[in-house]
């Protein structure tokens, strides 16, 4: 009889039986961490194979001939190291639904090689540090030329914005 039951007693169906199938289990844990995981770069457009095969090592020349840059891939492998990003802003907005407020977050960042190139990136989502990463591709993608200039006094190289 108590076989029946789940061989746990108590009543027949509760919430305490046996469970049916895997369920979700406990998870697979934290674990010991499996190192930096960086996936190889795949190039996807024309210009994505140029800057890979080393063809194109400017950003300049990119501007020349008016491409569009559609991987931020590109943008990593030209500018490199001294590329830094900043999250300006994050702001939570929300939308009004029929069962209440639906709120996500938008994250702004800037981005620059502190060396005349400059991108602003935007994103919304439903998680902050998912906003911040993909304002962070967006902000690559934007990445434009700043032409520097003289304020004030015409002394040396150009020196502000």
């Not at 008016?66 to 991987?71: A, D, G, H, R």
């Not at 993909?134 to 902000?139: E, F, L, P, R, V």
């Not at 200039?149 to 002394?155: D, Q, S, V």
Request: proline share 3%; with cysteine; glycine share 16%.
């Amino acid at each position: 009889m108590d076989a029946a039951r789940g061989g746990r007693g108590g009543f027949r169906g509760s919430f305490g039986g046996r469970g049916r199938g895997r369920g979700r289990g406990r998870g697979r844990g934290r674990g010991r961490g499996r190192g930096a995981i960086t996936k190889e770069w795949k190039p996807v457009t024309h210009l994505g194979r140029l800057v890979a095969d080393k063809k194109v090592t400017t950003l300049e020349e990119i501007y020349m001939f008016s491409l569009p840059i559609k991987e931020s891939e590109i943008i990593d492998t030209l500018l490199g190291s001294t590329l830094k990003d900043e999250v300006l802003k994050i702001m939570p907005v929300q939308k009004q639904t029929r069962a209440g407020q639906r709120t996500r977050f938008k994250a702004i960042v800037a981005m620059g090689d502190n060396n005349c190139h400059v991108g602003l990136g935007v994103k919304c989502a439903k998680e902050v540090a998912t906003a911040i990463r993909g304002a962070i591709i967006q902000a690559k993608l934007s990445v434009i030329p700043v032409r520097k200039g003289y304020w004030g006094n015409l002394i040396g190289q150009p020196h502000t914005v």
